[in-house]
């Protein structure tokens, strides 16, 4: 008999709902039912330029109408200008295409910002991981506004917390962490008029696995607390993502989840423009993501470095758009 198996799993989603109610009445925690989707095919930060057909990638995979159908509304599409042409490596700093990142990330930054304003919750859509820099600045600028604490969740293969000096590549899609943290050229980590961005005491890295010798200093220097690909096998991705909860404390007022597709094994998905073997699986990234939705505090996402050039029958633009949903509360049940 199935009977007694669907009652239990009813009477935990109606406690769920009551609880839900809850929230809802206390200031702050009101349960958000509109996003707004900002799209940045940026492809500056990188070396391969695939990555700006990210965002029409998503749309192909039906990212709007899957998250109306999720019962959100879209309250606008904004279209973050990026210039397309190769741009010069001036020689005032060893990273590339500086001032043209620090334009997108200006458009960027006030996008989310309007987002969270309206009381949306803005979906920042790449594009190569630079684009956090603008997304990150938006968010820290909104919270910073309202006197609140907020947590970053960043998923990635890579640590994105090199410097100028550090970076063999000088691609800055690999330095948006340490930007954020207040370290990098002064044209981006003083973007919005302050630095550093985020509280690195409630900042996490979580999957990974592929960083550079100055980067494994970087993060012990920094203050965030990361997760590796060894204590996702060790702890499990549950008890890391509980984990990362609470070192983003018990006071924040929203979290913001940096997520590069690249912390997936890129046998599932193969549509990244840096692949690093040994990643999260199917399940683990979206039990990561699920758990987080419950918490009910993301107020912002980033989805990054989708690159359809990869890609395989664009299954890497439908994963992405699934854990999008399942960041927005989707459930089995
Ligand atoms: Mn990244």
């Not at 423009?273 to 699986?281: A, E, I």
Request: net charge negative; charged share 25%.
């Amino acid at each position: 008999m199935v009977a007694p198996e669907i009652k239990t799993a009813d009477s935990k989603r109606d406690g769920e709902k009551s609880h839900e109610t809850e929230a809802s009445a206390s200031p702050g925690r009101k349960k958000i039912d509109s996003v707004t989707l900002i799209y940045v095919p940026l492809h500056l930060g990188g070396s391969h330029r695939g990555v700006s057909m990210g965002p029409a990638a998503m749309r192909v995979a039906e990212l709007p109408e899957s998250i109306e159908r999720l019962g959100f509304k879209i309250a606008e599409e904004v279209d973050i200008q990026v210039p397309y042409s190769v741009c010069w490596w001036d020689k005032q700093s060893p990273a590339k295409c500086v001032p043209e990142i620090g334009q997108v990330s200006q458009d960027v930054a006030e996008a989310v910002e309007a987002a969270l304003t309206k009381g949306t919750i803005p979906i920042t859509i790449g594009g190569d991981h630079s684009l956090a820099i603008g997304s990150i600045a938006g968010v820290s600028s909104y919270y910073r506004k309202l006197k609140q604490n907020w947590g970053l969740i960043w998923f990635d293969a890579h640590g994105d917390i090199n410097t100028p000096e550090s970076s063999e590549s000088g691609n800055v899609h690999g330095m948006p962490l340490a930007v954020s943290l207040g370290n990098g050229d002064r044209r981006l980590t003083e973007l919005q008029g302050f630095s550093p961005k985020v509280q690195p005491h409630r900042s996490v890295l979580i999957g990974i696995r592929d960083v550079d010798p100055p980067e494994r200093e970087f993060i012990d220097q920094s203050g965030i607390t990361p997760y590796t690909m060894r204590d996702i096998d060790h702890l499990g991705i549950g008890r890391v993502t509980d984990l990362a909860l609470g070192a983003c404390g018990s006071d924040v007022a929203g979290l913001h989840v940096s997520f590069d597709i690249d912390v997936i094994d890129p046998d599932i998905a193969p549509g990244v423009s840096t692949p690093s073997r040994g990643g999260l699986n199917y399940r683990e990234s979206h039990l990561a993501l699920t758990l987080l939705a419950e918490s009910q505090l993301i107020r912002a996402i980033d989805i990054v470095e989708l690159n359809p050039a990869f890609d395989m029958q664009n299954k890497t633009a439908k994963l992405a758009v699934e854990l999008i949903l399942a960041s927005l509360g989707q459930r089995i049940l």
